[in-house]
Antibody, heavy 122, light 107 residues
Framework: QVTLRESGPALVKPTQTLTLTCTFSGFSLSTSGMCVSWIRQPPGKALEWLALIDWDDDKYYSTSLKTRLTISKDTSKNQVVLTMTNMDPVDTATYYC??????????????WGQGTLVTVSS | VIWMTQSPSLLSASTGDRVTISCRMSQGISSYLAWYQQKPGKAPELLIYAASTLQSGVPSRFSGSGSGTDFTLTISCLQSEDFATYYCQQYYSFPPLFGQGTKVEIK
């Protein structure tokens, strides 16, 4: 059974760095083709893809946010960590991690965490 | 970069109605399109992938069609549990992009 769970602070101040952890089970990020991604959703708005890390430690970032994002993994702990620097109130959103697989091409996001709401406010 | 247009943004319907949601791409993506359902306060759930393949456990009243640039999600007989927001997502090329969402509300 595949599960993912996000954890991190519910409230951060402007200019601070956000660190979120995705802890997953039911699959291994050392398995060829496995990837974990971060996606966010501001209140009442659409989904926005942020970053992805794959089994080979290749990393991909949203073009508009790449200077602020870092994604990493700890395969032994089944965790993926996302950091986002210089947080702003517009970054207030629910942050999701999701599993995605890659073979000859990409696949859809088949499993999602429940999401964690992060509010940016002084 | 591929652009997506999902429509309508809001759809008012009654239980038992047949509803369709459209997703149009700025360039062809073959059948690399997924549909998700999201209920308030919950994470999105994968409904359909490869444009028309139902994810395991998804009721058969949901169907997807299309290829290339034009795609459709159809709910044949709307049930109370189907009132939610639906998103399309292309995975033909990177980055993966989501549509703007269609909220299906009770008429």
């Amino acid at each position: 059974q595949v599960t993912l769970r996000e954890s991190g602070p519910a409230l951060v101040k402007p200019t601070q760095t956000l660190t979120l952890t995705c802890t997953f089970s039911g699959f291994s990020l050392s398995t060829s083709g496995m990837c974990v991604s971060w996606i966010r959703q501001p209140p009442g708005k659409a989904l926005e893809w942020l970053a992805l890390i794959d089994w080979d430690d290749d990393k991909y970032y949203s073009t508009s946010l790449k200077t602020r994002l870092t994604i990493s993994k700890d395969t032994s702990k089944n965790q993926v960590v996302l950091t986002m620097t210089n947080m702003d109130p517009v970054d207030t959103a629910t942050y999701y991690c999701a599993r995605i697989q890659r073979g000859s091409g990409w696949h859809p996001f088949d499993y999602w965490g429940q999401g964690t709401l992060v509010t940016v406010s002084s | 970069v591929i652009w997506m247009t999902q429509s309508p943004s809001l759809l008012s319907a009654s239980t038992g109605d047949r509803v369709t949601i459209s997703c149009r791409m700025s360039q062809g993506i073959s059948s690399y399109l997924a549909w998700y359902q999201q209920k308030p306060g919950k994470a999105p759930e994968l409904l359909i992938y490869a444009a028309s393949t139902l994810q395991s456990g998804v009721p058969s009243r949901f169907s997807g069609s299309g290829s290339g640039t034009d795609f459709t999600l159809t709910i044949s007989c709307l049930q109370s549990e189907d009132f939610a927001t639906y998103y399309c997502q292309q995975y033909y090329s990177f980055p993966p992009l989501f549509g703007q969402g269609t909220k299906v509300e009770i008429k």
